[in-house]
């Protein structure tokens, strides 16, 4: 949060998100289960995907979490004084300009390159670091020709090696299997060291994926990246926006910006309080974006257990939704829509604005108020 905003008050916002702790610590212990012998993790960068880092990580080390992955040393850093006693692990790595806070919070930074490693081990006095090996995305990590050779030279070895799957979230895809021969292969170039390959996906693609630490995330917050894995996560995040005005409008009338909505029938329409600004993404609208010419419908919102459709352009701060088929007393100013939730899941709502569950997380902006339970 930037310092120049404080939190929403609840009263006053059009749109809030509740958290359910005790969802997310139940999705984590699952994951332990499907982790094996392996100790289980948790990825809380982006604030937690978006939910609260220092929430989503003191709930989890409450429940026996002891290693945890953020982005770059100022998520550590922000972590730390929180858990003073777990590992944090900066996934971005390390420069001259984030040593000094590395050191400061103790963190554990993940090297990527053959130059990190030199400066790590050149000036860091022994201490830790994970190593990591890029297996086949070409995003970070040495190739395995370099670790090969890393692993022959006489820096002082790495606490932990790792490497992160391409394409887990699709179980039969080949890259998956070439991936875990060539981390098997890499990991007896360093003896005796602990080793890290699945995220949320590759926990499900079994034992050879396990190895000694799991790193889920988005399976946490209530994810289901692997369309049919067991179990299916609790979700833990609930996305509602406030009604502001219910309008009566005529079949043939036009809604929202650009005109690229017509009224098929008399209607009543819920013009609620969020927006593409909250990460109500404009994608999702019910027509006029260039994925409704592709993908069938838009968004929907939930009252009640039953679906209504967004209409028109998701506008900066406010959305449209066709209430029509709603009784009049389901429904009025001041009501809440459910936008994802017990009623529409994470992945559907994602779906809908030709996104991933990850981004619609993320996304979520700084205007809902927050409420944790559990
Ligand atoms: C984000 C991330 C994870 C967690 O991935 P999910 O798909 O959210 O489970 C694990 N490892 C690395 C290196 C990551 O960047």
Not at 50 to 72: H, K, P, T, Y
Not at 307 to 332: A, C, N, Q, S
Request: proline share 6%; charged share 20%; with cysteine.
């Amino acid at each position: 949060m930037s310092p120049s905003q404080a939190p929403p008050d609840p009263g006053a916002a059009t749109t809030r998100m509740s958290v359910d702790l005790t969802a997310l610590a139940a999705n984590w212990l699952s994951l332990r289960e499907l982790s094996g012998s392996a100790r289980c993790g948790a990825a809380v960068k982006a604030d937690g995907y978006g939910i609260g880092a220092i929430e989503a990580a003191s709930r989890l080390a409450r429940e026996g979490c002891r290693d945890f992955f953020v982005a770059d040393a100022n998520e550590g850093a922000s972590l730390r004084p929180h858990l003073p006693d777990v590992r944090i692990h900066v996934l971005n790595g390390v420069f001259e300009d984030s040593f000094a806070q590395i050191l400061a919070h103790d963190l554990v930074p993940v090297i990527n390159s053959t130059e990190q490693a030199a400066f790590w081990t050149g000036t860091a006095d022994g201490r830790a670091y994970a190593l990591h090996i890029d297996t086949g995305m070409n995003r970070l990590g040495l190739t395995p020709e370099q670790a090969a050779a890393y692993a022959q030279s006489d820096a002082p070895p790495p606490a932990l090696l790792m490497s992160h799957f391409a394409c887990a979230d699709e179980p039969g895809h080949p890259l998956n299997a070439r991936q875990i021969e060539m981390f098997e292969a890499l990991k007896a170039c360093f003896p005796s060291i602990e080793a890290s390959l699945a995220n949320s996906a590759g926990i499900h693609l079994g034992k050879p994926a396990h190895h000694d630490l799991t790193r889920p995330g988005i399976s946490l917050y209530g994810g289901n990246p692997v369309a049919d894995a067991n179990p299916k996560m609790r979700p833990v995040v609930t996305a509602e926006t406030r009604v502001l005005q219910i309008r009566q409008a005529r079949a043939g009338q036009p809604v929202s910006y650009g005109a690229a909505h017509f009224l098929s029938r008399d209607s009543r329409i819920a013009v609620c309080g969020i927006g593409y600004a909250d990460g109500f993404l404009r994608a999702g609208s019910g027509a006029g974006v260039p994925l409704r010419s592709a993908a069938p419908k838009g968004a929907f919102g939930a009252i009640n257990g039953k679906r209504v459709p967004v209409i028109g352009k998701i506008t900066m701060d406010l959305t449209m939704f066709d209430v029509t088929d709603l009784g009049e007393d389901e429904i009025g100013a001041g009501s809440w829509i459910e936008l994802f939730g017990p009623t529409i899941s994470l992945e559907e709502a994602a779906q809908a604005a030709g996104t991933i569950s990850y981004e619609m997380l993320t996304s979520l902006g700084r205007r809902h108020a927050r409420r944790y339970t559990g």
